[in-house]
C-alpha cells in the first residue's frame, strides 16, 4: 500500500510586530483501503483533503501569539469541519547571537 501524499504551504506579510498570511495543505491517499488483504470498496476508500484559511501572528520578543483558522473543501471520505486554534510560542532554547 502506497502512504499518503501531503503538501503545505504559506505566503505571509510581515509588518513587526504583526504577520498576516494565507495557509493551507493539500492530503491525498495513494493507495487503497484493505480488510484481511481486499481493496475496500470500488474505489479503495480513498481519502482526500483540502484545507486554506488566514493566520496571524503577533511577535514578543523571541515568542509570540498565533491564531489560525483552516476551511476544509473537497473533502472525501474523511471527517470534515473547520479548524481554529491559538498558540503561544516561546523557544525552550535561548537563541545564540552570531559572533558567539
Not at 480488510?35 to 514578543?60: C, H, L, M, T
Amino acid at each position: 500500500m502506497a502512504g499518503p501524499w501531503r503538501s503545505q504551504c504559506m505566503v505571509k506579510r510581515s509588518l513587526a510586530p504583526l504577520r498576516v498570511g494565507l495557509q493551507g495543505y493539500a492530503f491525498q491517499q495513494l493507495g487503497d483501503d484493505q480488510s484481511w488483504g481486499i481493496k475496500v470498496g470500488p474505489d479503495g476508500n480513498k481519502e482526500r483533503e483540502f484545507a486554506f484559511g488566514p493566520q496571524v501572528r503577533y511577535g514578543i520578543g523571541v515568542g509570540g501569539f498565533v491564531l489560525r483558522f483552516l476551511r476544509m473543501v473537497a473533502v472525501l471520505n474523511r471527517a470534515s469541519g473547520d479548524r481554529i486554534w491559538f498558540q503561544f510560542t516561546i523557544p525552550l532554547v535561548a537563541p545564540r547571537h552570531a559572533g558567539e
